[in-house]
């Protein structure tokens, strides 16, 4: 029997629907198979050098702009980057919204990067009650509001899966 992973703050519940844990290659799969994703930077893009370039390397390689939140952009501005600087709640508004499209169309793949775990279960449970967005959490802990999320990992493996996307 397999066993749903845990989340990694006991209070995260989900309802009857749970993400699914995945690893790197699972995770590269999706988004070289989504029609238009779009790069979600948090926060910790901001002070993780390996987050910033983990966001900059996804974006290349899957041509998916880039939405800074939570103070992310600087970061962007500083590499010069071009990013887009949205609130987090306003950018869950637009992905809800079935009129917004974003470059080829509507967005069908949200890969979040350096978000605050408590926040970012908010937004994947409003994601996944109320939108038809994929949402993916880049994130060493379990999301279980998000449809795909690493399970609970180590510092360790969580390097190697960040190496693992950019390759």
Do not use: C
């Not at 590269?28 to 979600?40: C, D, G, M, W």
């Not at 169309?105 to 978000?115: M, Q, S």
């Not at 409003?126 to 802990?141: A, E, F, H, M, R």
């Amino acid at each position: 029997m397999i066993r749903r992973p845990i989340p990694w703050r006991p209070t995260a519940r989900t309802g009857p629907r749970q993400g699914v844990a995945v690893d790197a290659r699972t995770m590269k799969r999706i988004i070289a198979e989504a029609e238009n994703p779009i790069v979600v930077a948090g926060p910790k893009v901001r002070h993780d050098p390996l987050y910033l370039e983990l966001a900059l390397g996804i974006s290349k390689r899957y041509g998916a702009p880039i939405f800074a939140t939570g103070g992310s952009i600087r970061a962007f501005a500083e590499k010069g980057v071009k990013a887009r600087q949205i609130g987090l709640l306003q950018l869950v508004n637009r992905l809800l919204d079935p009129e917004w499209k974003v470059g080829k169309g509507r967005v069908d793949v949200a890969v979040f990067i350096g978000t605050e775990y408590a926040i970012a279960n908010n937004v994947f449970s409003t994601l996944k009650n109320w939108g038809d967005v994929k949402t993916l959490s880049i994130s060493p802990y379990f999301q279980p509001n998000a449809t795909v999320s690493f399970g609970n990992t180590s510092e360790e493996i969580f390097k190697e899966y960040m190496e693992e996307l950019q390759r």
